[in-house]
């Protein structure tokens, strides 16, 4: 299966290793603006992957063979690549969104609730 196997990876062990593939080479990362435009074509082709499985665009014969996991792949490359040019440790991004979603957005939506409870 090659260097990832099946083995789980922490968000900081993913930046390292990110950070270590970049780091051998002398261009290092792109600039922010550079990465932002990367950012977006990488998820305009996770958009294109999506309706080709899901929407009503289906693939040309003509064209590669892609998955959506290979295009969100790209795009967590491209997002650890930004966060790691920028000095942002996403443990601690995640953490901070994850916290306003738990208390500014704790009633936005509807809860699963015990079976028999409204």
């Given at each position: 299966?090659?260097?990832?196997?099946?083995?789980?990876?922490?968000?900081?062990?993913?930046?390292?290793?990110v950070d270590?593939?970049?780091?051998?080479?002398?261009?290092?990362?792109?600039?922010?603006?550079?990465?932002?435009?990367?950012l977006?074509?990488e998820?305009g082709?996770?958009?294109?992957?999506?309706?080709?499985?899901?929407?009503e665009?289906r693939?040309?014969?003509?064209?590669?063979?892609?998955?959506?996991?290979?295009?969100?792949?790209?795009?967590?490359f491209v997002v650890?690549?930004m966060?790691?040019?920028?000095?942002?440790?996403?443990?601690?991004?995640?953490?901070?969104?994850?916290?306003?979603?738990?208390?500014?957005?704790?009633?936005?939506?509807?809860?699963?609730?015990?079976?028999?409870?409204?």
């Amino acid at each position: 299966m090659g260097a990832c196997d099946l083995e789980r990876k922490t968000m900081k062990r993913m930046q390292q290793e990110v950070d270590d593939y970049i780091g051998q080479f002398k261009e290092g990362y792109f600039s922010p603006l550079a990465l932002t435009a990367r950012l977006t074509e990488e998820l305009g082709e996770l958009a294109r992957e999506i309706n080709h499985y899901y929407g009503e665009k289906r693939k040309k014969a003509t064209e590669p063979e892609k998955t959506v996991e290979e295009e969100l792949g790209d795009l967590l490359f491209v997002v650890i690549c930004m966060a790691n040019s920028l000095h942002i440790d996403l443990d601690v991004a995640l953490g901070r969104v994850m916290d306003k979603f738990q208390t500014r957005d704790k009633d936005r939506w509807t809860r699963i609730t015990e079976e028999g409870e409204q």
